[in-house]
């Protein structure tokens, strides 16, 4: 068995275990002794975990009858071996689909290997992703061929000199073109001048290069793959385009799905901003003579920047001038394609495939004005985006038609997470009566640590909080001895904690924003007398097990804003029972996905803060909350929660 390093050497595998599935290994009745055959190998060896059991009974019987699972596995039941040794014992073509990158990689790299060796079953798995993740030969020769004018017009005027040459060097050396190879990873106007979306590749056959096209070759070995590890979002693209990026296959895992609601309403809907048509003026200026359509281009590029700048975070009604910038768009955009089939260029050249390229991505763009122009009561219209590019987008408020369409009945099915609220499954358009399984976790949570609520704080809605809860979580922090992962609902409640600390402690400050998420992480494992002050981006997958953490607070239940659009047309929808069945299910997945970074490993120890005192003191939702959070054992006596912070700081 050939198993991939993290960072392969050059000429040998990326992403892909070379190994054969056997069919019908064994039936799904022996799930549990194969999953202890694979657990054996692991360094705990087979530290027995009735949870992950339970997983996998049930994932084989998902299988074998074809039918859908909802799972909730709790943090260490060891859920990814809990699905894939079933999917190895059934021999079935799966894909799995996650929200992070970094679960892509552990699920091939580490997980796939083992089951495969503790089997003794050959599996062939790969990583599937989207076309504007590798780079384009075609884009990247024509770029290198392009004098320094134009080279500066696909820059977008940006000065990448530097940048450039680095990405020379790798491009003329790389065997996957994958851009996550690339560190540092390089500017945003660069990588989209080298790289193409599905909207705007022709395909390997219409390609000068296609034969050596990279996102054609992770194509093609994903296509021999019996597990294909993919994302959500790439999966809600195929679910959109009626399956024709995926393989056929036997069965669909959504790992981390409590994300996926979301991901398949981004993917099934549409989106036109003033960037797009900049984007296609710059592609045309090099393939027509004619610059008066081009400019016209630009023009409504601005229009709709214009148009839609006021209204950034709102709805979108189609008023007429909206129309008018649509319709009259669309029509610059048609003009432009009827310019386009005018050109013959010479078969094979790069006139002719950046002909091809802006053909498609003119097309993509009339298809989207067009879905908007026709959206339905069903969708939503909204603006989204910074001041400098407000993007329209329509959003469909119902994704439970879709799967019923493209997914349910089709495929065996798991949705998985650690955190699975009841309203996912009115959410995804299952049966009132579908029941989740909630397997639970090993650890002894109560053991392990403490979930405190500081009942003498301020209500959080009070001006007179901010300053209370700075003084609690100095406090804490002082006792902990830095081991602080600090967690706000807003990025202005992060930067006022920020400026707090600073004057009041002397533990080294991490806040997001002033490095990479990557290099914060690595900077608060390396310094265990760290604090970390982040927002909602680090409320989940973040991993940071051991000692270096053993204090995590979060300011305020984390309640979706009352001014999402998407979500008030959901609530509106939803009628009396929104609160319920809209904003408590969110609320439910972020508190406990934060509460979750602070015991990764059985032997972890801590404290979970929540300052906001409607955990404790609110009737009508307290304990929907806390059932959804690990159970901590729970106090409001901070001496409690100093005494144990105090015993956990080794420094002293």
């Known amino acids: 068995m050939q198993i991939c390093p993290s960072k392969p050497p050059k000429g040998k595998c990326h992403n892909v275990q070379e190994i054969r599935l056997v069919p019908n290994l064994v039936h799904m009745s022996s799930a549990i002794s194969l999953l202890g055959t694979v657990t054996q190998r692991l360094p705990s060896g087979g530290e027995h975990r009735p949870g992950q059991e339970e997983m996998a009974a049930l994932v084989a019987e998902t299988i074998a009858e074809q039918g859908i699972a909802l799972v909730e596995a709790g943090t260490g039941t060891g859920k990814s071996l809990a699905y894939l040794t079933p999917v190895a014992a059934a021999a ?140 959500h979002h790439y999966y809600g693209l195929d679910l959109a385009s009626g399956g024709v990026l995926l393989p056929e296959h036997d069965v669909a895992i959504f790992d981390e799905a409590h994300h996926l609601p979301d991901a398949l309403s981004a993917t099934c809907g549409s989106e036109v901003g003033g960037g797009r048509f900049r984007a296609l003026g710059r592609r045309v200026r090099a393939v027509l003579t004619d610059t008066t359509v081009p400019l016209l281009l630009d023009q409504s590029g601005s229009d709709f920047d214009n148009l839609l700048r006021a209204d950034i975070g709102s709805r979108a009604p189609m008023t007429p001038d909206l129309l008018q910038a649509l319709v009259m768009g669309r029509d610059r955009v048609d003009r432009i394609l009827a310019e386009l089939r005018k050109a013959k260029p010479k078969e094979g050249t790069d006139a002719e495939a950046r002909i091809e390229r802006a053909t498609r991505m003119a097309t993509s763009l009339v298809n989207d004005i067009d879905q908007i122009v026709e959206s339905s009561d069903g969708d939503v219209l909204w603006v989204d985006g910074v001041d400098q590019a407000p993007i329209l987008r329509r959003t469909p408020l119902d994704i439970g038609s879709i799967l019923e369409a493209q997914l349910w009945g089709k495929r065996a099915v798991i949705l998985t997470s650690a955190t699975l609220p009841d309203g996912l499954v009115s959410q995804i358009g299952l049966p009132a009566h579908t029941a989740i399984t909630r397997v639970g976790s090993p650890f002894d949570y109560p053991t392990l640590g403490l979930l405190y609520c500081p009942t003498h704080l301020p209500d959080p809605r009070q001006t007179s909080f901010p300053d209370a809860m700075h003084r609690e979580l100095v406090e804490l922090i002082e006792a902990a001895g830095g081991r602080t992962l600090a967690l706000f609902t807003s990025y202005r409640a992060m930067q006022a904690a920020a400026d707090h600390l600073r004057a009041t402690t002397s533990h080294p400050l991490l806040v997001q924003g002033d490095a990479p998420r990557g290099i914060l992480t690595d900077r608060f494992r390396a310094d265990p007398r760290s604090v970390l002050l982040a927002t909602q981006s ?34 509106r929808r939803a009628g009396p029972s929104a609160f319920r069945s809209i904003d408590l299910p969110r609320a439910q997945i972020l508190l406990a996905q934060a509460a979750g970074r602070l015991i990764r490993r059985a032997d972890d120890r801590g404290v979970v803060a929540v300052f906001d005192t409607r955990l404790a003191t609110n009737k009508s939702y307290r304990w929907d909350l806390i059932g959804a959070l690990p159970p901590l054992r729970r106090t409001r006596d901070k001496a409690e929660v100093l005494g144990l912070l105090r015993t956990l700081d080794t420094s002293q």
Do not use: H
Not at 164 to 174: E, V, Y
Not at 193 to 203: F, I, M, Q, R
Not at 549 to 559: Q, Y
């Open 538 to 571: 680090f409320w989940q997958g973040v991993d940071l097990p051991g000692d270096t953490l053993t204090l995590v607070t979060i300011d305020k239940l984390p309640f979706p804003r009352p001014d999402d659009p998407v979500l008030a047309a959901r609530r």
């Open 92 to 231: 079935k073509r799966t894909v799995v689909a996650t929200a992070t990158i970094s679960l892509q990689s552990q699920l091939v790299e580490n997980d796939v290997p083992l089951v495969a060796d503790g089997l003794g079953v050959p599996i062939v798995a790969a990583i599937l992703k989207g076309r504007n993740n590798y780079l384009c030969l075609q884009r990247y020769e024509e770029l290198s061929r392009a004098d320094r004018s134009e080279q500066l017009e696909l820059l977008r005027g940006t000065r990448s000199e530097q940048p450039l040459a680095a990405l020379r060097d790798w491009a003329d050396n790389t065997d996957t073109g994958d851009r996550e190879e690339l560190d540092p990873a390089p500017p945003l106007e660069l990588w989209q001048a080298v790289s193409v979306g599905a909207d705007e590749c022709p395909g390997a056959t219409k390609c000068p290069v296609g034969d050596r096209c990279f996102a054609e070759q992770a194509r093609a070995k994903a296509m021999e793959a019996t597990v294909i590890v993919t994302n």
